[in-house]
């Protein structure tokens, strides 16, 4: 998708609840919260912002992978 995005010179409205794809393929980031824009950063910005709904959204992925991680059960030989 990368690719195709560096070849045409088109926007691209991508939606996304994963945060590792929107900061990998996205320009811009937009967060919504209840049906209203929360914010619209570039992805350097978006990382380092205060607002609260920003860094709540944030925090709950990263808090997904790792309680994600710990459920994963033992490999069995």
Avoid: C, M, W
């Avoid at 320009?27 to 709540?56: C, K, Q, T, W």
Wanted: glycine letters at 6%; zero cysteines; proline letters at 6%.
């Amino acid at each position: 998708l990368r690719a195709l995005l560096a070849r045409f010179p088109k926007t691209v409205l991508l939606v996304t609840h994963d945060l590792d794809e929107a900061l990998y393929l996205g320009d811009r980031i937009a967060l919504l919260s209840e049906g209203r824009l929360v914010a619209h950063l570039d992805p350097h910005d978006f990382l380092r912002s205060n607002e609260p709904e920003v860094r709540a959204y944030i925090q709950a992925f990263h808090r997904g992978e790792h309680a994600a991680g710990r459920a994963k059960p033992e490999a069995r030989p």
